[in-house]
């Protein structure tokens, strides 16, 4: 992991503000990151933890942790005793996790100047945790920083809120995008040939703003697979049934790749309905599918594209309350297919 302040991509009004607040000392002892995943929170989070306790940071420059002292290599290898995650337990951030933190909090910092503790995911708060975590936050003290993570702010309770100052992560332009995915493949093994700039540049627009969930489509290797998997899901043919089990166990199998999966098939319709609303070709973002889109186009309204569209957002929104995903696609599939083609 990277942890120049200057590497993080698209968020500058985050950094400015961090920025200012160590040059004149005055950091607000809790941050609120808030934003859609995959832009940079967390790794905004480290780097500012690296700021706070480079051990060779010239006087007055808060835009770069030297890299390389003791304290920053810890951190950069997530091993540094006072830069401490706290992180969902199971489903939930529970009670036992912040009495914790609340007693590490009332020691010393082992070796930093000041104890970072990053409270990732933090709507996964339990009441009772969240009302503990209160206590912390209207007794603030210099020798802990407290940066709380979310892409689901509105899930936390009012009064964590107002007790945090809250920077708000932007989504990330595609061209960013881009740039962060071209820099992960160089370090990363999860690829037997480097993909081209055609399948880096689809993967970006599929991240939505989002560079993680970007890294996660490329990954998942099905961009290539993006025609087939339209194909079958469109062509089920009504009255068969035994078929469409059978996909729907093929597409349950995995969680991850059943994501991916969505949101191949979420895009694709939405293309198709942006093709048949503004006639843009240059927005599509399966523009290289251009042949199914049209084929999809000519047998379908605006409001089947709509209706399938809606149907996989609630079908994202079933897998995220834990459904059995194959029972989500079995209810879905139906939804999708078309009766010609
Ligand atoms: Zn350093």
């Known amino acids: 992991m990277k942890l120049d302040w200057t590497d993080i991509r698209g968020q500058q009004r985050a950094k400015t503000l961090l920025e200012n607040a160590l040059e004149m000392d005055r950091l607000h002892h809790a941050y609120l990151f808030k934003g859609l995943s995959g832009v940079g929170k967390r790794l905004t989070a480290h780097s500012l933890a690296a700021v706070i306790n480079c ?3 010239p006087e007055g420059d808060f835009e770069t942790p030297c890299g390389e002292c003791r304290s920053c290599r810890k951190i950069a290898g997530g091993n540094h005793p006072d830069v401490v995650t706290i992180e969902p337990d199971g489903a939930y951030i529970k009670i036992s996790q912040i009495r914790d933190l609340q007693t590490e909090a009332n020691k010393q910092p082992h070796e930093a100047r000041r104890r970072v503790v990053i409270i990732d995911e933090a709507h996964t708060l339990t009441t009772e945790a969240a009302n503990a975590l209160l206590k912390t936050l209207e007794e603030p003290t210099t020798r802990m920083q407290l940066v709380l993570v979310t892409d689901q702010a509105h899930r936390l309770l009012d009064t964590i809120i107002s007790r945090c100052q809250t920077l708000r992560f932007a989504p990330l332009e595609t061209d960013d995008i881009q740039a962060i995915l071209r820099e992960r493949i160089d370090t990363s093994d999860a690829f037997d040939s480097v993909p081209s700039d055609q399948t880096v540049g689809l993967a970006a627009g599929y991240g939505e703003g989002s560079a993680g969930r970007a890294w996660q489509m490329l990954e998942s290797g ?21 078929s469409l089990l059978d996909l729907a166990e093929d597409l349950g199998r995995s969680n991850d790749q059943l994501e991916a999966q969505l949101d191949i098939l979420k895009l694709f319709f939405r293309d198709v309905m942006l093709l048949m609303a503004a006639d843009d070709r240059d927005r599509l973002v399966n523009a290289d599918l251009d042949d199914l889109i049209d084929q999809v186009t000519d047998g379908l309204s605006l409001e089947g594209a709509a ?4 149907a996989i957002f609630e079908a994202e929104e079933r897998l995220e309350r834990n459904v059995n995903p194959q029972l989500v696609m079995e209810n879905l599939l139906p939804r999708l297919q078309l009766e010609e083609l």
Do not use: K
């Open 307 to 310: 209706d399938r569209v809606e």
């Open 55 to 57: 051990q060779q940071r």
């Open 222 to 242: 099905l961009l290539d697979e993006r025609e087939s998997l339209v194909r079958r899901v469109i062509d089920q043919r009504a009255g068969r049934p035994a």
